[in-house]
C-alpha cells in the first residue's frame, strides 16, 4: 500500500461484536472499490487451512479472547502489502486496541498515508447479543445472514454464492458473554484514539441495514458529520 503522492483511503469500522461491521463492510468495499480486511476472517482461514498462525490463533479464537498482538498485527501488515490494497482498504476488526492502532499508523506513516476515518457503529449490548444468536456466515465466504433480521432467501444456503450457512463456533452464549468483556473495554480506547486525531465518526447501528451503509457512506464525505 500507499507509495509517496499517491491517494490512500483507510477506512477503518470500529463496533462491538454484532454491531453490523462484517455486514457493512462489503457494501463500502463496492462503493469505494476497495478490498474488506477483516482479521477475524483472515484467522478463520487461517484456522480453517491449518496453517502455523490458523494453530496459534485458535485457542485464543475459541475462548472468545483477542489474539496476541504480535501475530495479530504481523498478519495484518503482510494483508496490507498485497497489491489490491495500494489505494486502501476498508479495515473491519482491526484495531481491537491501543497498541493495534498505534502499530497500523506506524506502518501507514512509513507509506506516506494515514487513517482517512474511523467509523463506529454503535448498538445496545441487548441487541448485540440477539444478534449474534441468530447469526449465519456462508461457510466459504464470511456472507452474513440472521434469522431474525436478514433472511437468507432459501433457508441454510448463501444468496450469492449457494453455499450452505453455518454457525461461527464463538457464537455460543459462553463465548459471547466472554467477547463482549473483553472487547467493549478495548474498543473504547480505540475510539478515543481516533478522536483525539479528528476522524472518528459515530453512526446509529440500530436501523435497517440499507439506512446504516448511507449514513457511513454521508460520514466517509471529507466533512462528513464534523460539528
Ligand atoms: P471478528 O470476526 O472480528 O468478530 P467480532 O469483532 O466479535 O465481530 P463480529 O464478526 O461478531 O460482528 P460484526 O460487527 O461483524 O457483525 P455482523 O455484521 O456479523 O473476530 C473474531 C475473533 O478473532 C476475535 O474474538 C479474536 O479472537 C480474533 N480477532 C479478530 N481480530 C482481532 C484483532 N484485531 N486482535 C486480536 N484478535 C482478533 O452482524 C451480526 C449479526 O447482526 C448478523 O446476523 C447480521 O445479519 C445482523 N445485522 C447486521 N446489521 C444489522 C442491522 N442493521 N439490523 C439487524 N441485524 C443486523
Ligand atoms: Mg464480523
Redesign the pocket.
Known sequence: MGRQGRSVTVVV?L???????????PLLSAHLGLPHV???????AAVRDGSPVGLQ?RR??????????D???AM?LDRLGQPDAHDGVIL??????RA?AVALDAALSARGTQVSRALS?E?PLD??VR??S????CSVSGH???????RPKAPGVCDLDGSPLVQ?E??KAE??RV?MD??LASLAEVAEYYDRTGVLRSVD?????V??TEALIGDLAPDGGAG
Open positions: 469500522l463496533g462491538a461484536p454484532g454491531a453490523g461491521k462484517g455486514t457493512q463492510a477483516a482479521t477475524g476472517d483472515l484467522f478463520r490463533a485464543f479464537m475459541e475462548r472468545g479472547q483477542l489474539v496476541p498482538d501475530i495479530t498485527i495484518l473491519d476488526g482491526f484495531p481491537r486496541n493495534q457503529i448498538v441487541d448485540l444478534r449474534l441468530g447469526r449465519w456466515v452474513v445472514y440472521n434469522e431474525h433480521s436478514n461461527r464463538d457464537d463465548t459471547i467477547r473483553l472487547t447501528g440500530v436501523q435497517p441495514i439506512s446504516v
